[in-house]
């Protein structure tokens, strides 16, 4: 029997979307994405999940590769696994292997307690998101529900 698809749709929400304009740094894109998916955190849970998401990516890239990252971090204040995504159109650096700059960033803030959920989520998003071609399309995309299903059907 072939491994079931994990359903990301209950991850992922438009108002979890950003487009980022111009050539923002890894760790500007970090930060944004990081503070978008914790807005319902206290100011200090927020800065230190973007200060364990800055430090995991200072420990090896989360570029995955066709213009892809994953960054992530688990935290004791996360009650549910969410997905931030950022879109950016011109593309930063990153550090990928490949060496290409990195379009779409897909942020997983993920329950402390639930180390097996995180990887699920992470193999899930990798799976759908190293299409070729893929970061390209939706970086041209500015709808966020648009893009939300697009992440969705990879």
Do not use: Y
Not at 47 to 57: D, G, H, N
Not at 78 to 86: D, F, L, M, P, T
């Amino acid at each position: 029997m072939p491994p079931q698809v994990l359903d990301l749709a209950p991850l992922l929400a438009p108002d979890r979307v950003v487009v980022l304009p111009g050539t923002p740094s890894k760790a500007l894109s970090i930060s944004a994405l990081a503070d978008l998916a914790t807005t319902d955190l206290p100011a200090h849970d927020r800065v230190a999940f973007i200060r364990a998401v800055l430090e995991r990516e200072d420990v090896t890239t989360t570029a995955i590769g066709a213009g892809v990252a994953i960054p992530h971090a688990r935290s004791p204040a996360i009650s549910h696994c969410r997905i931030a995504i950022g879109v950016i159109p011109r593309g930063t650096a990153w550090g990928a292997a490949d060496g290409l700059p990195i379009r779409l960033a897909l942020l997983i803030a993920a329950r402390e307690s639930d180390h097996a959920e995180h990887l699920r989520v992470m193999a899930a998003l990798a799976m759908r998101l190293r299409r070729p071609g893929l970061a390209e399309r939706l970086a041209q995309i500015n709808d966020h529900a648009a893009i939300v299903q697009a992440v969705i059907t990879g």
